[in-house]
């Protein structure tokens, strides 16, 4: 990561953490180095779901499963090319979005604990998978796509972002009809 945009993650960090009571900041730590360290026996499986049979929104696909636990998990590359993000790059495709979000909290949107949500991926199990999975519980894509539409209104995006604004639109009235879960 360059120096510059290591130092907007890290305003964006600062800024974040400041709204947040020490207790708050102790259970996301703690969260964070509970999925870091699990041991691959420990990680939650899919029960549910397959690339076979994606989530349909409006006009977008997006891998999804049910875990074990109950959680539903959206896929991190299904995810991002869900509101029209490239998920190429190699290991920097999967940073992408964080990246995204992090930026626009440098530029002062509020986006609560998105960027932390997004940086801390859920490590899971599926059939078919040959390494773990990476995903996000599936309410994260209403609020992403609440962050990119106010970034939009407040002009935040460049001309190359315009489009992540469209899509989130597109999908923003989709879950207005049939919701998300």
Same mark, same amino acid.
């Given at each position: 990561?360059?120096?510059?945009?290591?130092?907007?993650?890290?305003?964006?960090?600062?800024?974040?953490?400041?709204?947040?009571?020490?207790? +708050?900041?102790?259970?996301? %730590?703690?969260?964070?180095?509970?999925?870091?360290?699990?041991?691959?026996?420990?990680?939650?499986?899919?029960?549910?779901?397959?690339?076979?049979? =994606? !989530?349909?929104?409006?006009?977008?696909? #997006?891998?999804? $499963? &049910?875990?074990?636990?109950?959680?539903? &998990? !959206?896929?991190?590359?299904?995810?991002?090319?869900? #509101?029209?993000?490239?998920?190429?790059?190699?290991?920097?495709?999967?940073?992408?979005?964080?990246?995204? #979000? +992090?930026?626009? /909290?440098?530029?002062?949107?509020? &986006?609560?604990? !998105? %960027?932390?949500? #997004?940086?801390?991926?859920?490590?899971?199990?599926?059939?078919?998978?040959?390494? =773990?999975? $990476?995903? $996000? +519980? %599936?309410?994260?894509?209403?609020?992403?796509?609440? %962050? /990119?539409?106010?970034?939009?209104?407040?002009?935040?995006?460049?001309?190359?972002?315009?489009? $992540?604004?469209?899509?989130?639109?597109?999908?923003?009235?989709?879950?207005?009809?049939?919701?998300?879960?």
């Amino acid at each position: 990561m360059s120096k510059k945009k290591s130092a907007l993650a890290v305003r964006g960090g600062d800024a974040r953490a400041a709204k947040l009571s020490p207790d +708050e900041r102790k259970e996301i %730590a703690k969260a964070a180095a509970e999925a870091r360290w699990a041991k691959p026996t420990a990680l939650p499986k899919a029960a549910f779901g397959s690339r076979d049979k =994606p !989530l349909k929104i409006a006009e977008t696909e #997006i891998p999804c $499963y &049910v875990l074990d636990d109950g959680r539903r &998990v !959206l896929v991190q590359r299904g995810l991002q090319s869900g #509101i029209g993000m490239s998920t190429s790059g190699g290991t920097g495709g999967a940073h992408r979005l964080a990246q995204f #979000i +992090e930026a626009l /909290v440098a530029k002062g949107l509020d &986006v609560g604990d !998105l %960027a932390l949500r #997004i940086r801390n991926p859920i490590v899971f199990r599926a059939e078919g998978f040959g390494k =773990p999975g $990476y995903g $996000y +519980e %599936a309410t994260i894509l209403p609020d992403i796509c609440d %962050a /990119v539409l106010e970034a939009d209104k407040k002009a935040l995006l460049n001309v190359t972002q315009r489009h $992540y604004a469209e899509q989130c639109g597109i999908l923003a009235k989709a879950f207005a009809r049939v919701g998300i879960i």
